[in-house]
């Protein structure tokens, strides 16, 4: 079936001794730490053996701004690794700056502290993984049911955030991927919390995308078949903002939340 949405490479899971789219796209400001790769060097990412599909090659693409535009219209990644011999995906929320990714764990998650810092620990193989359904593809046959989506995966070696200027950047990062502005209009976590929460950094240098967008590929003798056949477009919304019951009724709607 055309079900198959690998978003970019069909490759197996890291290996380690460590061991036009519908959906509502949030842009983000992003603030870019002095060390974080940065995309002025070229508008593409290089392909590599592991960001090359074996299958629909016509759907990958490397460009930087479509890379960009899909992770920052995502609010939860995958992120992949080996822990034990055998592997394990992780759902949990991620933000970017520039060309490099930072995703949130706890200081207790053994993901984290294999990542290490790069210095006393060579860092986590990892594969991180983003999609967004678009719509649903019906055809005329079972077979060709499909999907309409968007997706990222990037290949590369997670390191946890040490210094502390970097993490509160990072931090913030996270938040404002949530809901842009909502860092400078709250309170910054303080000295326990900072020492409670972990984030880990992964560095946009082996990534790819993959969309498929379009109708139902029927084959020329089902297309006389009584079968209902189109596309269902699937969309992202936000509905109106229910304030906590403990809020001050003085305290109005943010401006950024009200132009979600």
Excluded at 139 to 168: I, K, M
Excluded at 221 to 240: A, C, F, I, K, M
Aim: proline fraction near 8%; glycine fraction near 6%; charge should be negative.
């Amino acid at each position: 079936m055309e079900f198959a949405m690998t978003a970019a490479a069909d490759t197996p899971a890291p290996s380690n001794t460590l061991a036009p789219a519908n959906t509502l796209t949030v842009a983000n400001t992003h603030v870019e730490p002095t060390d974080a790769p940065t995309s002025t060097s070229t508008d593409a990412y290089t392909p590599t053996d592991r960001t090359v599909p074996t299958r629909s090659r016509d759907r990958a693409s490397y460009d930087k701004a479509l890379v960009h535009s899909i992770l920052d219209a995502a609010y939860v990644c995958h992120l992949g690794f080996v822990r034990d011999g055998a592997p394990v995906v992780l759902p949990t929320l991620f933000g970017r700056v520039g060309d490099r990714l930072y995703v949130h764990g706890s200081t207790g998650s053994r993901p984290l502290r294999a990542a290490g810092d790069g210095v006393r620990a060579p860092g986590l193989p990892v594969c991180l993984t983003v999609t967004h359904v678009d719509g649903l593809v019906l055809a005329r046959s079972a077979f060709h049911h499909s999907l309409n989506y968007r997706s990222v995966v990037v290949h590369g070696t997670a390191h946890q955030v040490t210094d502390p200027e970097e993490l509160r950047t990072a931090l913030d990062a996270l938040v404002d991927h949530v809901v842009p502005g909502r860092s400078a209009d709250s309170r910054p976590a303080n000295a326990k919390e900072l020492a409670a929460t972990a984030v880990i950094r992964l560095d946009l240098d082996e990534v790819s995308a993959k969309l498929r967008t379009g109708g139902p590929n029927d084959d020329d003798e089902d297309l006389g078949l009584p079968h209902w056949s189109g596309v269902v477009p699937v969309r992202q919304v936000y509905d109106t903002p229910v304030p906590a019951d403990d809020l001050d009724p003085a305290i109005a709607l943010p401006d950024y939340l009200a132009t979600l």
